[in-house]
């Protein structure tokens, strides 16, 4: 599988049921200076190169609705020195710390077109870099990501389990997403689950472990407006 595909579980038609329900769509748009001024390209998609859109290194500052990652390099590479997140349910802009401005060449979002449907994203590398899975429903294997998951990445407010076994078994650990004014998300590394690296190779919809780890929005370390990490594995 190619590293920068999304895997999908469940038919396209979900994606049209969820906007066909009026569920809000994640969109974020890039100004080439601050305080939304300048220049602006809309985003409603992941983009691997911005390159490719003629907008790399030129972000100053953002606006948008959703959980989205800005990557240092393309391909959201593991080697970004910065991995920037931004998450909020209703438009909202902010301006990129001073050490990332004209530096964002990759971005992407977590979940589906609506920023409340229930998701867990698996992603291959620290910070939410590399390949990602995007699961739907309960997994009894990972065939094409069997023990490759280092970071997740929930939205909507069902919590989710992961197990170190196919089938449900082994170690395990439920991830509760954080409440931010009726929207729900949440993001983890393994060893906030106390679990090791590259482990991960079932998951269930739902609280199914012992271990509950829910996302606390207030810690200075996960909130998004300031969220600024070091790339790499």
Same mark, same amino acid.
């Given at each position: ?68 990652? $800005? #990557?240092? &390099? *393309? ?7 910065? =991995? ?7 438009? /909202? ?28 994203? $698996? #992603?291959? &590398? *620290? ?7 995007? =699961? ?7 065939? /094409? ?41 949440? =993001? ?46």
């Amino acid at each position: 599988m190619n590293k920068l595909e999304t895997t999908v579980l469940l038919a396209a038609v979900l994606q049209w049921v969820a906007m066909a329900e009026g569920g809000v769509a994640p969109t974020l748009e890039l100004f080439t200076q601050t305080n939304h001024n300048g220049a602006v390209y809309t985003i409603n998609s992941p983009h691997h190169n911005l390159a490719n859109e003629g907008f790399n290194d030129v972000t100053r500052s953002i606006c948008g609705i959703g959980l989205w990652f $800005l #990557y240092e &390099d *393309k391909d959201y590479s593991k080697h970004s020195k910065f =991995v920037h997140t931004f998450a909020s349910p209703t438009y /909202d802009c902010e301006n990129l710390e001073s050490s990332q401005r004209d530096k964002v060449s990759s971005l992407r979002y977590a979940g589906m077109d609506d920023i409340d449907f229930p998701t867990l994203t $698996l #992603y291959h &590398d *620290k910070n939410q870099c590399g390949g990602e899975f995007l =699961v739907l429903r309960d997994t009894d294997s990972l065939p /094409d990501f069997n023990d490759k998951t280092t970071t997740f990445a929930v939205t909507g407010s069902s919590s989710w389990t992961v197990y170190a076994d196919a089938d449900y078994g082994g170690d395990s650990a439920c991830m509760t997403p954080g409440e931010d004014g009726g929207w729900y998300y949440g =993001v983890w590394t393994y060893s906030e689950l106390n679990m090791k690296n590259d482990v991960v190779s079932s998951v269930r919809k739902g609280c199914h472990s012992d271990r509950v780890f829910e996302f606390d929005l207030s810690s200075d370390q996960q909130n998004p407006a300031s969220n600024s990490t070091e790339g790499g594995i």
